[in-house]
């Protein structure tokens, strides 16, 4: 299929799901901790569940939505502005970057009905994404290649709410929109040379452009990528196995089971 082919037919699925989405209630999937004998109410060491333990576990049982409307674009993009702010970046707002890439979508994570993470998916539709900016070279390689790239943008999450199944969650989200159910074979993200590390180690990204100064946020880049085949090969390795994650030092075994993904799928998928 030709590039302006795919990009139409894409823009035809993401319309399809927008407005399929207002049937359902926007909560893509409730992630809650895995069950353990005391959070079962087993009584162990002569003690049953304390309330202490059981709202321990309330608190770290969170919601994965779609920002479809105005109130939690705004809460997401808050976010955002805050975590830019706390390390020091400037957010440009000069309207480019609507330009730049308008297929995308946005996941926020709530705990509490509080937005304490978010991260945007970009979609490559042939108006172009906004790593083209810095990477277009890089990018237009893989293009050529017939490869469908995609990008992910404004991951923000709250410092001192964040935990590795909070991360996973919204990526693993992210990977089921991208790969199970558009067929994207690549995704990019620019990330601080400080954070280049973090993401080969933990969702085992790849150095795919050289630093530059990207002029969005006033602070050096670098892109990575990584083949989604790679990234689901993972997920259904070691995916809703978090008692793996000594071995396999990633975020990986933090994603969601099989299971929970086929039934994500299905409920996103739905008309």
Sequence with gaps: MRAEGFGVLAVGILEKLRLGSRKWDKTIVVVKPKPRMKEMGIIANGEATSADEEGSVKQDTFKIRLAHDAERTREARFLVEKRYRDVGYHQASNGNEAQA????????TYREEQVVGTLTVGFD???????????KTEIDELRKQGRKVCELTKLAIDGKKTSK????????????????????????????????????RMLNFEVMGDEKMCARVHAPAVLLRIEVSKGQLMIETVGGHPELARQERSLYPYFLGPEEEHNIIQRLMQD
Excluded: K, M
Aim: charged letters at 15%.
């Design 125 to 135: 539709t042939g108006t172009g994404l906004l790593a083209d900016q810095l990477y």
């Design 165 to 200: 199944r909070l991360l996973a969650g919204l990526f693993h989200i992210a990977y089921i929109y991208v790969g199970r159910i558009w067929g994207y074979t690549d995704i990019l993200i620019e990330v601080n040379p400080a954070h280049v590390s973090f993401y080969q």
């Design 101 to 108: 890439c308008p297929e995308r979508i946005t996941l926020a």
